[in-house]
């Protein structure tokens, strides 16, 4: 048999059962497909994921975090910088200051000299004075950068005995 007569057969049989017929020579049925008699339809449900505002006002966010981290490497790259110049700085005024030991004398006044450490320049300032009851002298090193103007990087004071003449 041919497909237009296993339609028209198939549709003799629904049209007892009370599907719609058409009257014209092809016949058009409203049939229901078995398998989906009795599941139910899905419902709309919101998809899962995030708008492009969100993802913006998280990078946005991210962003700002991020700049505040690198701000805070540099500083404290900068702060360690600033911490080793004054240690260094320590270190040729406790250098200074041993040197004027073993000098032996101690000439007053104020004396200027270089005192560089590695690559960077330095500048000592010693002052020698004498203290009040003339037994003991009061020494007292400077440590300055000379690349820059400001405040000393160290400072180191003592009282040495007055050495006999």
């Given at each position: ?16 059962s ?8 092809t ?59 004054r ?40 002052v ?38």
């Amino acid at each position: 048999m041919s497909l237009l007569s296993d339609l028209t057969v198939a549709t003799n049989g629904l049209a007892s059962s009370g599907a719609l017929v058409s009257n014209r020579s092809t016949p058009m049925v409203k049939v229901r497909c078995p398998s989906r008699r009795n599941v139910p339809m899905p419902n709309k449900t919101p998809q899962a994921g995030f708008t492009l505002i969100e993802v913006l006002v998280a990078l946005a966010i991210i962003a700002v975090a991020m700049s505040a981290a690198v701000r805070v490497a540099g500083l404290m790259t900068q702060s360690s910088g600033v911490l080793r110049d004054r240690s260094i700085a320590m270190i040729a005024a406790q250098s200074r200051m041993a040197e004027l030991r073993l000098e032996g004398r101690l000439p007053m006044g104020v004396k200027a000299m270089e005192c560089d450490q590695g690559r960077l320049l330095l500048r000592c300032e010693q002052v020698i004075g004498a203290v009040e009851n003339g037994r003991m002298l009061k020494v007292g090193v400077q440590v300055f950068d000379r690349s820059q103007e400001g405040p000393p990087l160290a400072r180191l004071d003592t009282l040495l005995n007055r050495p006999q003449d």
